[in-house]
């Protein structure tokens, strides 16, 4: 069965500090990974996608992610954290072959503290 | 960029009655919608798949006459909450998959019942 995993249900850190959010997921075929963001009162939007090829994927807002197959994860990180990086992030899963459906984490909400 | 509107960003509707809930795709033709509901502090929970001229794919669980699915065109998605009671009372949100395989989320509903 497919599902996602996000340990960290809330996260906390300094602004300026380094930022990792876990994600973990099993799933049956090959999966293309995301990471969305969503503000309060706000839809999603997306950060990064892996679907194949270069495992360290570049995304938007500074945001990065590492796919790794041996451990089914798909980490998002940020170097350095702003304070306007505040919100709910959730991973998600897909692949082509289920008729393109999403599997989304429970989220990881962040906060950034001055 | 893909850009999918998705209209009324806030609704309060009466016990009993119908809300219609409309995401467009205003620059891209979107051959597949999906339709996830969040309830408060969860993740997003896809409720239906929709491909363009055909019946949707409901997810278990998901009342098919209550959540009333329709993609008449490839720019344009209706769900509609028929009979609506406070334990409809959540965020709504769709997403839209183009011909190139891309995927764009609403900004979503917030639907309120009383």
């Known amino acids: 069965a497919q599902s996602v995993t996000q340990p960290d249900i809330h996260i906390t850190v300094s602004e300026g500090a380094s930022l990792e959010l876990r994600c973990n997921y099993s799933?049956?075929?090959?999966?293309?990974l995301f990471w969305y963001v969503q503000s309060p009162g706000q839809g999603l939007q997306l950060l990064l996608k892996?679907?194949?090829?270069?495992?360290l994927v570049q995304g938007i807002k500074g945001f990065e992610a590492e796919f790794k197959r041996s451990q089914s994860s798909f980490n998002l990180r940020k170097p350095s954290v702003h304070w306007s990086d505040a919100a709910e992030y959730f991973c998600?899963?897909?692949?082509?072959?289920?008729?393109?459906?999403?599997?989304f984490g429970t989220g990881t909400s962040l906060t950034v503290i001055p | 960029g893909a850009v999918v509107s998705q209209h009324p960003s806030r609704v309060i509707c009466k016990s009993g009655t119908s809300v219609k809930i409309e995401c467009r795709s205003l620059?891209?033709?979107?051959?597949?919608m999906f339709w996830y509901r969040q309830f408060p502090k969860q993740s997003l929970m896809l409720m239906a798949t929709?491909?363009?001229?055909?019946?949707?794919?409901?997810e278990q669980g998901v009342e098919k006459d209550k959540f009333l699915i329709n993609h008449a065109s490839l720019t344009l998605s209706t769900l509609t909450v028929t009979s609506a009671h406070p334990e409809d009372s959540s965020f709504y949100i769709c997403?839209?998959?183009?011909?190139?395989?891309?995927?764009?989320f609403g900004s979503g509903t917030r639907l309120t019942v009383v």
């Open positions: 892996y679907f194949s090829g270069d495992t």
């Open positions: 620059d891209f033709q979107a051959t597949t």
């Open positions: 929709s491909n363009e001229g055909s019946k949707a794919t409901y």
């Open positions: 998600a899963v897909g692949a082509q072959n289920t008729g393109n459906q999403f599997y």
């Open positions: 997403s839209a998959e183009g011909r190139g395989g891309g995927y764009t």
């Open positions: 799933y049956g075929a090959t999966p293309y």
